[in-house]
Nanobody
């Protein structure tokens, strides 16, 4: 199982980016999916969460600006980021709880990270 994240880049303050993360390989089911971020010199933090049923939650500092969604047919999770601020600059990682086969327990898988830089 692999998670492939994409969509990062350089954007000006107030701009928008959309991150994507696609799971591939042997997948029976995907439970919760998440986006984390890690800024230079800081600990990794949970930014957004979405359950298999579509329940979402967010880090307080991104509420109202970021939206997490998922396409279960494509095994993909998205993070729409609007009104970006310099403090949103970080490497963003996707994470998902995946059952590779029906007889296995779910395990956490990580994407490789995609860099988001918010700067004028």
């Amino acid at each position: 199982v692999q998670l492939q994240a994409s969509g990062g880049g350089l954007v000006q303050p107030g701009g928008s980016l959309r991150l994507s993360c696609a799971a591939s390989g042997s997948i029976f089911s995907i439970n919760a999916m998440r986006w984390y971020r890690q800024a230079p010199g800081k600990q990794r933090e949970l930014v957004a969460f979405i359950s298999s049923g579509g329940i979402t939650d967010y880090l307080n500092s991104v509420k109202g600006r970021f939206t997490i969604s998922r396409d279960n047919d494509k095994n993909t999770v998205y993070l729409q980021m609007n009104s970006l601020k310099p403090e949103d600059t970080a490497v963003y990682y996707c994470n998902a709880d995946i059952r590779p086969r029906i007889m296995t327990m779910a395990s956490a898988y990580w994407g490789q990270g995609t860099l988001v830089t918010v700067s004028s």
